[in-house]
Every structure is written in C-alpha cells, then in structure tokens.
C-alpha cells in the first residue's frame, strides 16, 4: 500500500471519532452549564457563581483552541463558541472541518473502499455543510449533536458490515482507535479542570462525575457495573481501566493493538519499524496495567491522565513516522 493511501485511511478513521468526540464532548459541556444554572440560582446569597464568558470558554479550552478562538473572536459567548466549534472552516478541528477532511481523503481512495463508504460521509457532510448557527440554536444543541453521533454511528456501521478485513481496515480502525484513547483521556482533563473548585465527594460535584459517563454513552453500562454506587473512585475505574466498555481506555488501546498486529507488511524494513510501534503500544498497555484506580483518584493534579494522553500522542507520531510518506501527518 502507498504511504499516502495508508496516511488517508488512518486519518479517515481519526477525524469521523475526532467528530464524534467532540460533538459528544459539547454536548456534555452544555449539560453541565444547565446544572450550573440551577445550582448557582441556588448559591446566589453566598455570590459563589462561575462567570458566563467562562463556561464557554470551558468548551474550548476542553477542544484545546483557546489561542485560535482569541485570535478569532473578541469574547466568549454561546452563539460565537457554537459557530467555532461546529460549523467555522476556519478552525481545523471543527465538526464540518473533521468531516470534510474524512471525505476528502475518502474521495482519493474511492476505488479502494466500499462505494457506501463515500455515500454515507458525502451525505453527512453535505447535511452538515448547509447548518447555520441559529438553526442550531433554534432546534436545541442537543439534538443536533445527537444528529450528528447517528451520522458517525451510520458511517461505522457501514464500514463494519461491508469493509474486507484487510490492510486498508486495520488502517481506518487504527486512527479510530488512537484517537479515541485521546478522547477518553482528553474528557476525564476536562471535566475535572471544571469540578477543580469542588470535593468530589460533596453534592455539588455530582453533575460533573454524571458528565463523564454521559461523555462517553456509558452510564447505562456503568449501573449494570456498579449500581447506584456513583463515586470518582467506581467512574474512573470504568472509564479507564473497564476492558469490556468499547470507549475505556483499556479497551481502545487494547482494541488498537490487535489492528496493529494484523497490518501485513512485505518490506522487510517498514515491518522493522511496525514491530516498534506495536513494542510502544505494549508499553502504554503495560503503565495501564499497572494502574489501580485509587491512583486516578489521588490524581488531582491530572500527572497520570496527562502522562497517558503524552503517551497517546506520541503513538501517533510514532505511526505517522513508519507508514506515511511525509513523516509526521497534521491533525
């Protein structure tokens, strides 16, 4: 396989998660600024209340574009976050942006992957390219993300059921799979920098333990686990450590191993290369390995989690280093 079909395939499987993540990700984010209303109502005599600008800037800051947005926009304010966030082309990391990349390297590989493939991703982006803010605000945020988590649902399901499990597969499983033990990672950082002002064992800090779950369509699963036993301590364990949970970190690195293995190389040198990368991924298993959840808990200066999501990241480089053709691929 070419380097630029293996670096479009990765980057494929990246940006439709990395779209996914992020609609997810916002979605929780306005939740919480629901549940900070009502509770600040609540608090008002007391004048602890969170300013507005900065819960939206909490959104960016979470997406990691806090210096772009300011380059951009003079405040932070819900309609202008939204447009930046979902719909601005400006912005690398945009919903529309991330789709559009998946169907533009789509589009160079259409010979070489199912044609629903391109129908379903050339559908999503077309519906999204035509959204406007105010639709969004006037339909509610929450249902538009919902829309757009059963576009990347209609896309995966596609490429499960159609897709020969070949090269080309375990390229496009890769990227999703290492972008979402980055995602994971990145959802437990934000949500804890907004609960770094409450014990995790108070009332108030509820909202914010529940936000993790519902990041990660995982509190369904989660009650099956533990109950009604919602603790930093039981959350943290499942969506760390929880091998089962398809969205636990544990899971997608251990899920992104098996693909690597299974990519076959005929050049003697690449396969070199490719047995390092799989050691790399054995290694950040092996730290997962050898976390206990009262770990993550004591972790309040967030060392582990960005330890692990350093880790994340420099197995993205390191892929990026062996299969593609410039070296390092730009997110």
């Not at 959104?59 to 304010?77: C, M, T």
């Not at 950082?189 to 993790?212: D, R, T």
Request: a negative charge; one cysteine or more.
């Amino acid at each position: 396989m070419l380097n630029r079909n293996a670096e479009a395939l990765f980057w494929i499987g990246r940006y439709m998660e990395r779209a996914e993540n992020h609609a997810r990700l916002i979605d929780v984010h306005y939740h919480l600024h629901g549940e900070e209303a009502s509770l600040e109502s609540e608090d008002k005599q007391a004048g602890d209340t969170v300013e507005p600008y900065l819960k939206w800037a909490r959104i960016v800051d979470a997406l990691g574009s806090r210096e772009a947005y300011e380059q951009q926009y003079n405040n932070y304010n819900e309609r202008d976050v939204l447009f930046y966030t979902t719909l601005d082309r400006d912005n690398a990391n945009s919903l529309v942006s991330c789709v559009s990349h998946a169907r533009g390297n789509l589009r160079t590989l259409r010979e070489k992957v199912p044609s629903e493939m391109w129908d379903a991703t050339n559908a999503f982006y077309l519906w999204l390219r035509e959204k406007q803010p105010d639709d969004l605000l006037r339909e509610s945020p929450h249902l538009f993300f919902c829309r757009i988590k059963e576009w990347t649902a209609l896309f995966q399901g596609v490429s499960q059921s159609v897709m020969p499990r070949e090269n080309e597969w375990h390229f496009i499983e890769c990227g999703r799979y290492l972008e979402r033990s980055e995602n994971t990672l990145r959802i437990i950082k934000a949500i804890g920098n907004a609960a770094s002002g409450e014990s995790w064992n108070s009332s108030s800090a509820y909202p914010y333990l529940q936000a993790v779950l519902r990041s990660v369509s995982g509190y369904q699963a989660f009650r099956r686990y533990y109950a009604d036993g919602i603790s930093v301590e039981t959350i943290v364990e499942f969506v760390v450590l929880n091998a089962a949970f398809p969205r636990s970190l544990h899971f997608s690195l251990h899920t992104l191993d098996d693909h690597m293995r299974k990519i076959e190389l005929q050049d003697k040198q690449l396969r070199t290369a490719h047995e390092r990368v799989i050691r790399q991924v054995g290694k950040v298993k092996a730290d997962l390995a050898c976390l206990e959840r009262e770990d993550m808990v004591v972790d309040r200066s967030g060392a582990i989690v960005a330890h692990l999501l350093d880790a994340s990241q420099q197995l993205g480089m390191s892929f990026a280093k062996t299969f593609f053709r410039m070296g390092e691929a730009s997110a």
